[in-house]
């Protein structure tokens, strides 16, 4: 895992980490990372969809900027730059992007799924 250019990257200059096409709309940056934790800094566009999933990972995730319909679970709310929410592991969630927008998020463990084929 340490040939990866973020691993445990103590400075994230956003400037040096390229971008990821994820979907129409959606792509992201794996700021730093090491055997327990990552994050990763989303950029949606409006209308971007982050698809209804779930995944083991604990996740924690912060509006940056612009402003999300956040599912989890069964509830859907609105939330916008400086809200947050907290996503237990194997919860159902999405995201829709209703104003262009960067959502950051931390998952423990890492997401093995987005550095894999780097």
């Known amino acids: 895992m340490n040939h990866l250019p973020t691993f445990g990257l103590q400075y994230m200059l956003d400037e040096n980490i390229p971008w990821e096409q994820v979907e129409p709309g959606v792509k992201r940056k794996v700021l730093s990372f090491d055997e327990r934790i990552m994050m990763v800094k989303v950029a949606f566009d409006a ?3 982050g698809a209804l999933h779930h995944h083991h990972h604990t996740q924690i995730s912060y509006v940056a900027e612009g402003v999300f319909e956040i599912s989890i679970g069964a509830e859907k709310k609105i939330l916008r730059q400086g809200d947050g929410y907290y996503i ?3 919860e159902i ?3 829709l992007c209703l104003e262009a ?3 950051v998020d931390v998952f423990s463990p890492i997401r ?3 550095i894999q084929d780097k």
């Open 88 to 90: 237990p592991p194997n």
């Open 112 to 114: 093995e799924d987005f």
């Open 93 to 95: 969630h999405g995201a």
């Open 47 to 49: 209308g971007g969809v």
């Open 101 to 103: 927008g960067i959502l």
